[in-house]
């Protein structure tokens, strides 16, 4: 789960999008609550907040399925995909020291503190 949606991209001639649950009936893209291949629905929502996109064997993107309650997309010229990205800075882990490091910054303390000891 990412931003509070569940990702898939299924392997081969499949599909990729999401969905708010975890539950995708999968043929070659998502079909949950679609009156296709007898689906019962998927628990949990009723379709709307999906999005399917038909991929190809080579991981091109092609015809898009559905986005929410509508479907049969791939060969609808009245619809546009757009993929919208966040430029936003990204915060990786904040590197620890390596324990030579730790060592090293040891043994300097621990020789100011002899030569103080042997200067009185």
């Known amino acids: 789960m990412f931003n509070g949606a569940y990702w ?8 990729v999008g999401f969905s708010p649950t ?16 007898g689906d ?4 949990g929502d009723d379709g ?8 190809s064997s080579n991981d091109n993107v092609f015809g898009g399925w559905r986005s929410g ?7 609808d010229s009245t619809w546009q995909r757009y993929v919208l990205l966040i430029d ?6 904040t590197p620890a020291p390596e324990p030579g490091s730790i060592v090293m910054i040891g043994l300097g303390l ?8 042997t200067k009185k």
């Open 40 to 43: 019962p629905g998927c628990a």
């Open 88 to 93: 936003a800075p990204q915060q990786g882990p």
């Open 69 to 75: 309650l509508t479907t049969n997309l791939n060969s």
């Open 110 to 117: 621990a020789g100011l503190v002899v030569r103080r000891r």
């Open 8 to 15: 898939y991209r299924s392997s081969g001639s499949g599909s």
């Open 22 to 37: 975890s539950g995708i009936f999968q043929n070659s893209a998502d079909v949950c609550n679609t009156s296709l291949f």
């Open 48 to 55: 709307s907040e999906r999005l399917s996109w038909h991929m």
